[in-house]
Structure formats: C-alpha cells, structure tokens
C-alpha cells in the first residue's frame, strides 16, 4: 500500500515537504476483515485543523475515500463491494468492518461513487443538517453562504432555493460566481474583486439576513454579522479563513449586534445527526435523480498528486467536491 504520512506539523499554509509518501506491506485478512483498494479519495478543510488536534508527526494523514472490497472475510461486506471508509490517505488497508458505511443500495448506475465523498456524502449532509436543524430555515427567508462553490456551499444555496428561499452566495473567482448563477442563486459576487463586502452584501439583500451558512469566519463574519435580520440565525460550519493563520487575528466584535439583534449563532459538526444519515442520503439521491440538485467535481487523478489536491482545495482551486482519483 501507499500511504501519505504528516512527515511535520503545518506551520501557516501547508507545504510538500510536510508530507511523506511511504509504502508500507498490508498482510492477509484474518477472520472478520477486509482488503480495501481505494478509488477515489477525499481532500478536505477539516485536514488541516484536525491535523494539530488529531495526529501526530507520523500518522497518515486521516481522510474518507470510496473503497473497493478485493478480499474479504466478513460477509457483511463481500468482494465486489463498494463501501465508504475513514482509512486516510492510503491506496489499501484493512478493517474489520467498524465505521465501514456501505455505498447506500439504489446508487444510480449514472452517477459516479466519487459522490458518496461529495454531494451524496459528508458534504451535503452538513448542507442539510446546518439548514434544517441548526438554521430551522423556512420558506421566503433570505440565505448568505460563503465558500459558496464548494462542497458544502454549492449543496447550500441549492437545498435552500428548494425551500423557497432567496440565496446570496460569494466565491472567490468569476468563474465560481458564473457557476452560482447556474445553480439558481438570485445574488452572487467574487469577495477578492469587490471594494466594500458590507456595500455588496447590502446591494444583494438591503433588507438584511434571516440566516447565514459560516464556511469562512473571521473577518468576513464580522462584516456578515451586522447584515443580519432581527432573530437571525448563523449555522458555524467552518472558518477556513482561520485554519492556516500562525496569529489569532481579532475583532471587529459582533457581540452587540448579537444581543441587539437577538441572533442566534450556533456552531455544529455533521456528526451530531449521524442516526438520520441513512434517510438523509436517501433524500440526497433523489433530488440528484430529479435534477434539483447540481453537482460539480474537481478531480485530480493519481495518488501521488494527494499533498498538492489538498493545498489547491485550501487556495480555493476547487468548483464543488475536490477528489482524487486513483
Ligand atoms: P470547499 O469545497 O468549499 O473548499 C474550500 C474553499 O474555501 C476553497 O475552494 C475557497 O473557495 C474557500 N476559501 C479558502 N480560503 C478562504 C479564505 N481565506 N476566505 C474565504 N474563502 C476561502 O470545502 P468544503 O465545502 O468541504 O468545506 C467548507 C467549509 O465547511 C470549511 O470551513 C469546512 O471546514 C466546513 N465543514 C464543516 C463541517 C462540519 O461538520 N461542521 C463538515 C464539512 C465541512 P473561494 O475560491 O471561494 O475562496
């Protein structure tokens, strides 16, 4: 097997030589396991914070891929199959079935597995969740996303016009904006080309915000927070305009605006609703079947290109789900 090791810590922006490749001998699988061969795998934002919190210098890098099952001895997953496994950046590995999720049964034949990483995966069920449960968002109501041609934000803006709602969304090229329009969002702009975020914000929706989906943080929040309705909502997905920062940065503060407005900010992990994931994916697929929902892929093929898909991803190279393909 092939295998992407943290060789050091990141300090600020990841680079390669914080990454090793090494090629490590995988035995036989014994009673109860698995042989996995991967075939696509995952980049994602949450590497780089994870990486101080969640590994060592060492460690593979951790990661979700699509996997197939070349040898088996546990008959819940036989050979042939196709599962979702949280292996990291490996081509190959064993398991002995724990936190293996089967691609979900009624998988259309024309859509590709790299979906079960994206749209019909832990991205979009975070659109989903930070929608419904944490933003309780209802029809009529006015949206902000940012990160918005990303895996979670494009599932985003999309899940809320299905709801009724008016969407404003933001990215950081035109050819990300022109991908917004698209999808559907009524109001969209590139925030490394604007003048005034607060002026843009104010153009796209002058009466304010019912609800903000935080991809970002930082100081785009604290520009966004003061554009909100009274009662407003903000789900805190992610603050990737954070992740690689060697100082804190600071304010302005939002506090006043929160208790003057009465807002309500919350900040969740997809995994707080994991028990309605089986219905979730389900409801997933079926929009993708109708064509409700979009998706886009930014695909890097070959293994060995994994350390520089993941860096692409944080500078913002992706439209929709960055994947790599083996
Ligand atoms: P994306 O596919 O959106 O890729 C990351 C994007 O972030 C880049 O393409 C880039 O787009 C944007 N970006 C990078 N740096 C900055 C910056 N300094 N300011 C503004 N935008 C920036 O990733 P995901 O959809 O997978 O994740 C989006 C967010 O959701 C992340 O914050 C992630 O941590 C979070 N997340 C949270 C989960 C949870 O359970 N809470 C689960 C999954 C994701 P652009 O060109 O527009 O700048």
Not at 103 to 126: N, R, Y
Request: glycine share 12%; with cysteine.
């Amino acid at each position: 097997a092939k295998t992407w090791i943290l060789r050091q810590h990141f300090e600020g922006f990841p680079k390669d030589s914080d990454f090793e490749l090494r090629v490590e001998q995988i035995s036989e699988p014994k009673d109860g396991e698995v042989l996995l061969e991967a075939i696509f795998l995952s980049v994602d934002p949450y590497m780089r914070p994870y990486s101080r919190t969640r590994m060592k210098e060492g460690d593979v890098m951790i990661g979700g891929q699509v996997a197939k099952v070349i040898q088996s001895k546990n008959p819940s997953f036989p050979v042939g199959s196709h599962v979702v496994a949280g292996l990291g950046w490996r081509t190959h590995g064993l398991s002995d079935g724990t936190g293996l999720r089967p691609v979900p049964s009624g998988w259309p034949q024309d859509i590709p597995l790299s979906l079960a990483l994206g749209a019909i995966g832990m991205p979009g069920l975070t659109a989903l969740y930070g929608l419904e449960e944490v933003c309780q968002i209802q029809p009529g109501e006015t949206l902000l996303v940012n990160a918005a041609a990303g895996a979670v934000g494009s599932m985003v803006g999309q899940i809320a016009k299905m709801k009724g709602c008016k969407v404003v969304g933001c990215a950081g090229t035109d050819a990300k904006v022109s991908y917004l329009k698209e999808l559907g969002f009524d109001h969209t702009f590139n925030y490394k080309t604007i003048t005034s975020l607060k002026e843009a914000l104010t153009a796209a929706s002058p009466d304010g915000y019912d609800c903000y989906f935080d991809n970002v943080g930082g100081s785009f929040s604290s520009v966004a927070v003061p554009q909100m309705k009274q009662f407003g909502r903000i789900a805190v997905c992610g603050s990737i305009s954070l992740y690689n920062d060697t100082v804190p940065q600071t304010g302005p503060f939002v506090q006043t605006h929160m208790v003057f407005k009465q807002l309500k900010m919350e900040g969740f992990l997809v995994s707080r609703w994991e028990h309605k994931n089986e219905q979730s994916l389900l409801r997933l697929i079926s929009w993708i079947k109708e064509g409700k929902l979009k998706y886009s892929e930014h695909v890097t093929t070959g293994f060995e290109n994994m350390p520089a898909a993941f860096m692409g991803m944080l500078k913002g190279d992706n439209i929709g789900k960055a994947i790599i393909k083996i």
